[in-house]
C-alpha cells in the first residue's frame, strides 16, 4: 500500500468515526456517562419514520467515539440527556465542537381550555432544531391539566415548547423563557388552547382501494402524526388552518394530499396527486349569489365521488357520482355552507346563496401595543380559532352564529384577559378587554435589559 492511499483510509476513517465531547456550561468540567442518542429524520423503509439509530455514552473525559452512519443510515440529529442536566437537541455536526449541557431546571405548568377547565392528555414536549425533529424532552397532561418536564433546556438553549392536545388545536414556538418568569413568581403558569373536534379521514389509492398503514403527517407546525388503519381511516388531529398540508409518507417517499376541502365534522376522503383519477365527463357550475355590496367572495371548495378535491367555482373532468361543495368557512366572513350535487355526464349547475358571518371587534388594553404582541383566542361552541397579533389596538373577527363566544386574549409577558358572550346572528358586536371584569391573571415585567 502506498503512502497516499494509506493516508486516503486514514481520513476516511476519521469522518466516518469522529469523536464527541460534551461538557458543562456550569464550569466547563467533562461530563461523564451522559447518553447521545443519533437519530435520522427520514427513517427507513417501509414507513421511512423518524427513527434512532445508535446510542453511546461519554467517558470519564466526556468524549465518546461515534458514527455518522450507524447501520449504513446518516444520521442528523443527537439527543443528550443526564440525570441532574437538561436535555438538549443538536445537529450531528456539532457534536464533534463540544455540546455544553445545563443544571437541569423543571417547568411546571397547566394545559386548560378557554374557560381554564383543565385539559388532560395533552403532549407537551420541547424543541430546539427544525419542527420534524425529535424533542428534547416530553410528558403527558395528568387529569388535572397539569404537567412537569423535568429536564426542560436551560433558557441559555433557546428552546421552545409545543402542545398537542387529542381535541384541542395544538400549539407551537411557546417561548420557554416567558413560562419560567411566571413560574418563579406562581410556581405554575397556564396555557390555553382552544378547542376543535378532529377529523376522519380516508386514504384512496388509484383503483380506489384503501391505503392501509401508511403514516400521516400534517407539515404545520407543530408537526403531527397520525396513521391509517386497515380500511384507509385515520383520525387527523385538529389543526389550525383549514389547508394545512398533509402528506403521505411511505417506503416510495412523500406524496402530498389534497387536504384544501375539510368539513366541519364527519369525514372526507383524499387520494395523492399522482392517484387521484382520470379524467370523468361531469361538469359543474357553482352559482355564488351573495348580497349585493359584498367586498368579498366565500371560498368554494369541490369533493367529487373519487376523493379530488377542487377550490373554483367551474370544474371540468369530475367523477361521476355524489360531490360534496363547501361554501365559506368557518371564522371567515361568510358561514359555512355543505351543498351535495350528482354529477352525471354533462353540466351541472348548483346555485349556493351563504350567509355573512356576524363578527366581534375585540379592544385590547395598552399592553398589546406596548409589548408589540398578543395572542387571540376565540372559541364559537366546539369550534375554535387563534391568531398572533402585532402591536394591535383591536381585532375584527368573524365567528359561526348562534354559538356562545368566548374571548381571551394573552400578552407576550403573560397577562390573560377573557370575556364571554352570548351568542351573535349578525353584525359586529364590541367586546372590550379593557375591563377591570376581564383580567385573569396579571403579566411578569420585561426585565431591565429587555425594557
Known sequence: ????????????????????????????????????????????????????????????????????????????????????????????SELSDGVELYPAAPLTGRVVDLQGQPVAGALVRTRETCPHAVPAAETFTDREGRFTLTDCPADEQMAELEVLPTNHIPLGAIQIEALRRLQARDGTFDVHVVERAPLWVRVLDGAGSPMAGRRLVCDERPRSATWTDKNGYALLPPQKTWDAPLSLVDGIGRSSLPIG?????????????????????GKLTVDVRIPSGSTTMPRVAVIDALGSTFERKEIEGLASGRATILVGQDFSPWQELVLLANIVDGATTVIASPHASPAVRVLLPEWATKDCWATLLVQAGSTGFFMDLECPIEALVHVPSGEEIVVLATSALGEVRRVAHAPLQAGVTEIDLRTPASLVRLGVPAPAEER
Request: contains cysteine.
Open 1 to 92: 500500500m502506498n503512502l497516499s492511499v494509506a493516508i486516503g483510509l486514514a481520513l476516511l476513517v476519521r469522518v466516518e468515526e469522529p469523536t464527541l465531547h460534551i461538557v458543562s456550561a456550569r464550569d466547563g468540567k467533562p461530563v461523564a456517562d451522559a447518553v447521545v442518542e443519533l437519530w435520522t429524520e427520514d427513517g427507513v423503509e417501509p414507513m421511512r419514520v423518524a427513527m434512532r439509530l445508535a446510542v453511546v455514552r461519554t467517558s470519564p473525559d466526556g468524549s465518546a467515539a461515534y458514527s455518522y452512519t450507524p447501520q449504513g443510515i446518516r444520521t442528523d440529529l443527537a439527543r443528550i440527556s443526564k440525570p441532574g442536566f437538561a436535555s438538549r437537541t443538536t445537529s450531528t
Open 261 to 281: 376541502c375539510v368539513p366541519r365534522t364527519g369525514s372526507f376522503t383524499v387520494r395523492p396527486l399522482e392517484h387521484q383519477r382520470a379524467v370523468g365527463p
